[in-house]
T-cell receptor, first 112, second 112 residues
Framework: EDQVTQSPEALRLQEGESSSLNCSYT??????LFWYRQDPGKGPEFLFT???AGEEKEKERLKATLTKKESFLHITAPKPEDSATYLC?????????????FGRGTSLIVHP | NAGVTQTPKFQVLKTGQSMTLQCAQD?????MYWYRQDPGMGLRLIYY???????DKGEVPNGYNVSRLNKREFSLRLESAAPSQTSVYFC???????????FGPGTRLTVT
């Protein structure tokens, strides 16, 4: 059974204070690890896909990295508008099942 | 492009009533999904359609039915609503089962 654990559950930062969010996973046959951002009252918004260990992707103040057991979402010099819940999901390919597994998310608040 | 649209945005039902949630996408995606999101539980997959003409159960299918009407539309039906089905429902679509998903704005359903 695929599993995703995100930590911490909640994170409060001051504007400009860099930090990282963690996504630990177990999956049979990783086909992709996905990061999403979700604002209150809205649907998740796609950020990144990572496919193999060592891969990195960047977008503005966000950088996602991947190892064989976990992924990190690094936030550099965050701004209040980066406040949101960040979701991690994995897609495996075992037994013909195409059900993605989502973590419960990290709620990030950035104070001005 | 509207992306993924869902109707209605809000709905209140009484126990035992039925309703259908509608979802449409204009991105020519092959795969479509229905999730529910509850506090502390994260996103859970109800049903998905890997391609037009196919549907499969997700993690929590009991009490729901789906119809992939055509490539654009995927509906979710509650035949006899129960209070345990009070939740926020998200529809999503992707180019294929191993690709990132694009989510709609959600339907907030309350069953009394």
């Amino acid at each position: 059974e695929d599993q995703v654990t995100q930590s911490p559950e909640a994170l409060r930062l001051q504007e400009g204070e860099s930090s990282s969010l963690n996504c630990s996973y177990t999956v049979s046959g990783l086909r992709g690890l996905f990061w999403y951002r979700q604002d209150p009252g809205k649907g998740p918004e796609f950020l990144f896909t990572l496919y193999s260990a060592g891969e990195e992707k960047e977008k503005e103040r966000l950088k996602a990295t991947l190892t064989k057991k976990e992924s990190f979402l690094h936030i550099t010099a965050p701004k209040p508008e980066d406040s949101a819940t960040y979701l991690c999901a994995v897609q495996g390919a075992s037994g013909g099942s195409y059900i993605p597994t989502f973590g419960r998310g990290t709620s990030l608040i950035v104070h001005p | 492009n509207a992306g993924v649209t869902q109707t209605p945005k809000f709905q209140v039902l009484k126990t035992g009533q039925s309703m259908t949630l509608q979802c449409a996408q204009d991105m020519n995606h092959n795969s479509m999904y229905w999730y529910r999101q509850d506090p502390g539980m994260g996103l859970r997959l109800i049903y998905y359609s890997a391609s037009e003409g196919t549907t499969d159960k997700g993690e929590v299918p009991n009490g729901y039915n789906v119809s992939r009407l055509n490539k654009r539309e995927f509906s979710l039906r509650l035949e006899s609503a129960a209070p345990s089905q009070t939740s926020v429902y998200f529809c999503a679509s992707s180019a294929g089962v191993f690709y990132e998903q694009y989510f709609g704005p959600g339907t907030r359903l309350t069953v009394t």
